[in-house]
């Protein structure tokens, strides 16, 4: 495996539901209040498809384009203030993990369902940006041609913009989600791995089509090395 593509709410970035406490604020803003039988059918939406793009999930849920896009811009303001109120962290050993996989010869790419305002909001809080970056490539579903997973794009664009592998059986995708799941099983990637750190569980990945469940993405490195 030459090139890891890794998924970050839930999989590197324990965020403690923000994801959920954002939708809340963005439903509120197009009049679904908490406690509402349409804010209790949403929510369900939204854990079901954890990992997807967020306007691609605003759109199924609010219809039409105007309204989706009004959810998704108060998503990502409520999610961006919850970043800056310091209300993440990396999930233990993920940092440490990527820098053992990069030492190792491995290019890590890390890729996300957020825009690219809040991915680098997540990034610059978790200091994975100064004094330099942690990973060479990062990836919102915009820098892939817009669609988010379960599509394939942004695990090949990872592949394509890097060169790091010379075929996409040497892509090993991670994440927490099926959705993370699905893009690496249809893109080909050779391993594909859902951690136990965030929406989906066991059932989920391998309904989806995982090689394999992990703990966390601490394990990974060890996956990769042939050590277990």
Request: hydrophobic fraction near 45%; glycine fraction near 14%.
């Amino acid at each position: 495996m030459r090139l890891v593509v890794l998924d970050m709410a839930g999989t590197t970035v324990a965020d403690g539901g923000l994801v959920e406490r954002a939708f809340t604020a963005a439903a509120a803003e197009l009049g679904v209040g908490p406690g509402s039988p349409e804010h209790a059918r949403h929510l369900a939406y939204v854990r079901a498809t954890m990992g997807e793009s967020k306007i691609t999930v605003f759109r199924h849920l609010f219809g039409d384009e105007d309204r989706a896009r009004r959810a998704n811009a108060a998503f990502e303001k409520a999610y961006g203030a919850f970043v800056g109120d310091g209300l993440l962290a990396p999930v233990p050993g993920a940092r440490e993990a990527i820098e053992e996989l990069t030492a190792g010869g491995r290019t890590v790419v890390l890729s996300t369902g957020f825009a690219r305002v809040t991915q680098d909001a997540i990034l610059a809080a978790l200091g994975w940006l100064d004094p330099e970056p942690l990973v060479p490539l990062t990836l919102c579903p915009a820098d892939a041609g817009g669609r988010g997973r379960p599509f394939p794009d942004m695990v090949l664009a990872a592949f394509l913009r890097t060169g790091a592998a010379q075929d996409v059986r040497q892509v090993a995708v991670v994440g927490d989600t099926s959705y993370d799941v699905l893009s690496g099983v249809r893109a080909g990637a050779g391993l594909v791995a859902g951690v136990r750190t965030g929406a989906h569980g066991d059932a989920e990945f391998r309904a989806a089509g995982a090689t394999h469940v992990l703990g966390s993405v601490a394990e990974l490195p060890a996956l990769l090395d042939g050590a277990r």
